[in-house]
């Protein structure tokens, strides 16, 4: 029976989504905001009976629960309401106001759920793709959109190609170790040499696979296009949950299966995290479109979130957790932002378009500011407890040059997070925009709440990210 | 004794900014007058907080007193801890007595006054909760927090090149603190706790020891502009609107200042002996080539600005001659300077609110036009380079002192620096005030009026009473200064042992 209350959130996401594409389809009229609103409350649910799962390992090690598991699936099922929260509105704007769109996110978030919980190459791979199919339909959702269409096209071509990869690595892992089984690899890996170097290779596939899904650099290069192509609802999502999912499956894999060969992967991750964090900065200097920034920002945050990975120990995940959960939200927040930005109701996506913000709009140049300068690691927002631990723990770890790269990777990125804010200030101009939606008012508001308010109470969301880190350095042993 | 007075400094403020936000629209000009009545009040009543403190300050207890601590992050020895010694409690009151002097001279603002006003109270917030701070990740927050508030007054409220300065001020400034963040992450995970008591007392390399040493050189040097650190200065100081100038020359550069005596001293006592002629170098240079460079300037503001940066290489000097004399000198003058530089640029808006230019060419003949602001002016240029009988005087001889019994050479060169103040702030004076009057278009000569009397006042009594009176201030350090330099022999000589039994071994 405990089999079945673990396996009973995604049964529930995977049923939902089923009735309401059902639903969808066989009624006439435009049931999309309907949709959207019940999703939302299936997610709140599912996140709810996700919380509640009892912990184990089910189907003879394919899946499993733990306190971990429960952390990634809490944030990915928040960056995906918050993303539903935001894409109503914009979508009727832009006239891609369609049923599907509640419906994939929901799919995807399924995939996501399993790809947490995988527990076996084999479930990692069947949440891989569940969650990859959807967001392929959901990059090019735009489909009269030429800019759209073509971020779908390279999304789905890249993506196929780092999903070879990842099978690629998993056979070769099987070759080696022998089993597709999270802990028999690492008993594999941890008893026999001559296993571990073979499985070495295709654990630095996997390690490419993955990266490609967070954008981490040097497998970055789809990310500013299509952040910039897709519409932002969608990419409001693609910088959330999916991020969050896959980079909670690389703590997992790199430190569950392959936590023994370690000293194998580390400069590894060290160089990639370096090279995103240096990409992410030195790419967004010259943007001018708003979404290309967040595309090349986000690249940086995933590198300074590598860093906590880098480290191997607890007190990295946990570091790498919080700077998830605090990288979820400024990214709700700041594109609830960029959602209201439209005139007309055509979005608008240059940052010069924002000018005169701070006297035109106080409160959207107050959000978009915080967001910025929590972005930027300025205390006392949130933004700089997420860089304070994965600092501490980096350095803990004895990888202070890389906490040194870190360092001045961000004074670079502060420079053009302080070009959003000096734009809304200090620039004079009339935007103009449109009334926001409430949606969108209480996604920025929330966000910037928490952002603002997170400094007097850091403890709890510590003391759950711990806990999680402890899950998963603990259960590798199953 | 305890009822949360340095708690209640620090957050007061901040309730009267967001409070602003609950008093209507922005659009309305009552919005404006309430904005600019609750920052007054609101500071008025820490400064009288403040004074409670000062007064019930009990300067021959050893260690810190309004002591405030509560739980934070308990799983990583994180606390919110506050309190105050003597070397912190002026730094408090300062930050006190300063912000509602910069509210109101920024009275006559029309610009989007609520942000301004908000801007400002969430400043005073920053800075008393920077001096007050016992934990060091909130000593970090609150330094670091300073830019966001300061980045805003500079960037929107700013002269004709605001937008380079505020982000030259604001990069420079984050550059800097950094590494900072990497000595606290460091010395986090040697003493298993952020609680800066704890680690006054926590024993640490020598070797590493330099490098945490850098890492506080630079976070503390850029904001306490010393230099070669001092090249955001001029820009930001120039550009910023004069009650933000006012901010950052009399309480924000004190916070470099602070933190060499807060954690480079106590923490690291090795490493300072060993920077120490690095330091004096570092400071001299500032005193003589700032003084030089000031001697150049055009525009009255700028000059002053340099003047300022000058001061900052004597307290640097004082304060790692690490003597009693030195460091009390350098507290000393940090009151002082902070006063007088204050009083300065209040004077200096004075001339920018009757319409006058600020180009040393454009001035002149004010003190018969304007005799009680030209007394005034006198005044405080005088405590500027020291006469005695002001509070220059007083920070200027204890340095000196304090340099004589660590270097002769340094302390001729300290000398030298004093001389080159006289110099360019009486060619300021004789052309501000004595030269020929020039024409100016539609400036008003009216002299000063009720509102500046009402700023200028209180800091000409100060500057006074300080200059005949200064064991009134010294003794409140004394004990403190004593226990810091005591501390610092004990930790080199032990230091000395540690290492002369390495070598027997």
Redesign the interface.
């Known amino acids: 029976m405990s089999t079945f209350y673990t396996v009973l959130p995604i049964l529930f996401l995977a049923i939902a989504g089923m009735i309401m594409l059902m639903s969808g389809v066989f009624t006439d009229r435009d049931h999309s905001f309907a949709i959207t609103a019940a999703s939302i409350v299936v997610l709140a649910i599912a996140a709810r009976l996700l919380v509640a799962a009892p912990g184990g390992t089910i189907f003879h090690g394919l899946y499993q629960t733990n306190d971990f598991t429960r952390f990634a699936d809490v944030l990915v099922a928040l960056g995906a309401i918050g993303a539903l929260a935001l894409s109503v509105t914009f979508n009727r704007n832009i006239g891609i106001t369609r049923f599907e769109f509640p419906v994939l996110v929901l799919f995807a978030v399924t995939g996501m759920v399993v790809l947490v919980s995988a527990s076996d190459l084999i479930t990692l791979y069947i949440g891989f793709e569940i969650q990859s199919l959807a967001l392929y339909v959901l990059a090019a959702f735009a489909r009269h959109n030429l800019r759209s269409s073509e971020a779908g096209l390279k999304y789905f071509v890249l993506g196929a190609l780092s999903s070879g990869l990842l099978l690629y690595g998993i056979s070769l892992v099987y070759g080696f170790a022998g089993t597709t089984n999270f802990a028999g690899i690492a008993h594999a890996l941890a008893g026999h040499p001559t296993a571990a170097v073979g499985s070495t290779i295709g654990l630095v596939f996997v390690l490419v696979g993955l990266a490609f899904k967070i954008s981490a650099a040097p497998f970055h290069m789809w990310t500013p296009d299509v952040y910039e192509g897709a519409p932002t609802s969608v990419t409001a999502f693609f910088a959330t949950a999916p991020k969050i999912a896959v980079f909670a499956l690389l703590l997992r894999v790199m430190l569950g299966p392959f936590g023994p060969v370690l000293g194998q992967w580390r400069d590894l991750v060290q160089i990639i995290a370096a090279a995103s964090m240096v990409i992410g900065a030195i790419g967004a200097i010259r943007q001018t479109s708003i979404k290309r920034l967040m595309g090349y920002s986000s690249i940086g945050h995933m590198g300074y979130a590598l860093m906590g990975l880098a480290a191997g120990t607890a007190a990295g995940v946990s570091g790498a957790l919080i700077y998830l959960a605090i990288y979820l939200v400024m990214s709700l927040g700041t594109f609830g932002c960029i959602i209201a930005m439209s005139r007309g109701r055509q979005p608008v996506e240059r940052i010069a378009d924002l000018a005169g913000m701070?006297?035109d709009d106080?409160r959207f140049a107050f959000v978009l500011a915080v967001m910025m300068?929590s972005m930027?690691g300025?205390?006392?927002l949130a933004g700089?407890f997420g860089?304070?631990y994965v600092?501490?723990a980096a350095?803990?770890a004895g990888l202070?040059p890389l906490?040194?790269l870190g360092?001045i990777t961000?004074?670079i990125a502060?420079?053009y997070y302080?070009r959003v804010?000096?734009v809304m200030?200090?620039d004079a101009g009339e935007p103009g925009l449109d009334r926001r939606s409430a949606g969108v008012s209480l996604v920025m508001g929330a966000a910037a709440a928490f952002t603002v308010l997170f400094?007097f109470h850091?403890?709890t969301l510590?003391?759950l990210s711990?806990m999680a880190a402890h899950a998963l350095m603990t259960s590798q042993g199953f | 004794m305890n009822f949360h007075l340095l708690s209640l400094m620090t957050w007061l403020p901040l309730a009267g900014a967001v409070l602003m936000y609950f008093t209507g629209d922005s659009a309305n000009p009552a919005t404006a007058r309430n904005a600019r009545w609750i920052a007054l009040w609101t500071s008025l009543l820490v400064l009288v907080l403040a004074v409670v403190m000062v007064v019930g300050f009990n300067p021959s207890v050893h260690g810190f007193q309004f002591v405030d601590s509560a739980e934070w992050i308990p799983a990583y020895g994180i606390g919110y801890r506050m309190g105050v010694d003597g070397i912190s409690l002026f730094f408090v009151a300062l930050s006190a007595l300063l912000t509602p002097v910069a509210v109101l001279a920024s009275w006559r603002e029309s610009r989007r006054v609520r942000d301004y006003m908000a801007a400002f109270l969430l400043l005073e917030t920053m800075t008393i909760g920077m001096f007050s701070a016992l934990d060091f990740l909130l000593f970090y927050i609150f330094f670091e927090g300073v830019l966001i508030p300061m980045y805003l007054i500079i960037g929107v409220w700013g002269g004709e090149r605001r937008i380079h300065a505020a982000v030259k001020f604001f990069l420079f400034t984050l550059a800097g603190s950094l590494p900072m963040l990497l000595a606290l992450v460091w010395m986090w995970h040697h003493a298993g706790t952020t609680d800066m008591v704890q680690l006054m007392h926590t024993a640490i390399a020598p070797t590493t020891q330099d490098w945490l040493f850098v890492a506080f050189l630079l976070s503390f040097g850029v904001k306490a502009a010393v230099w070669p650190m001092h090249t955001w200065l001029p820009d930001a100081y120039g550009e910023a609107p004069l009650p933000g100038t006012i901010m950052l020359a009399a309480v924000l550069s004190k916070m470099g200042a602070y933190g060499f005596l807060r954690f480079s001293l106590p923490m690291l006592p090795q490493a300072t002996a060993y920077f120490e002629p690095f330091m004096f170098a570092l400071g001299i240079i500032g005193i003589v080539y700032i003084s030089f460079a000031a001697l150049a300037q055009t525009d009255i503001k700028r000059m002053i600005a340099y003047s300022s940066v000058a001061h900052m290489g004597l307290i640097v000097v004082g304060i790692f001659t690490v003597t009693v004399a030195g460091i009390e000198g350098a507290l000393f003058q940090m009151v002082s300077h902070g006063l007088v530089i204050a009083a300065l640029f209040l004077c200096v808006g004075i001339l920018l609110a009757r319409g006058h230019s600020l180009r040393l060419d454009q001035l002149g003949g004010l003190a018969s036009r304007m005799p009680v602001y030209a007394t005034f002016l006198m005044l405080f240029v005088m405590a500027n380079v020291g006469l005695p009988g002001t509070s220059g005087f007083v920070g200027e001889i204890l340095v000196m002192i304090g340099a004589i019994q660590a270097n002769f050479w340094v302390a001729l060169l300290v000398g030298s620096g004093m001389i080159l103040s006289v110099m360019y702030m009486l060619v300021m004076i004789r052309r501000v005030l004595f030269d020929k009057a020039r024409s100016v278009a539609n400036a008003v000569m009216a002299d000063i009026g009720p509102r500046e009397w009402l700023m200028l006042a209180p800091l000409a009594v100060l500057v006074i009473v300080l200059g005949f009176v200064p064991g009134g201030l010294t003794h409140i350090f004394d004990g403190a200064v004593q226990d810091l330099v005591h501390a610092h022999v004990a930790a080199l000589s032990s230091g000395a042992h540690a290492r002369l039994a390495m070598i027997k071994q």
Request: net charge positive; proline share 12%.
């Open positions: 701070a006297s106080p300068w930027a300025i205390p006392p700089f860089k304070f600092f501490a350095i803990n202070g906490a040194v360092i961000s004074v502060a420079f302080l804010i000096k200030y200090f400094v850091p403890s510590t003391t711990t």
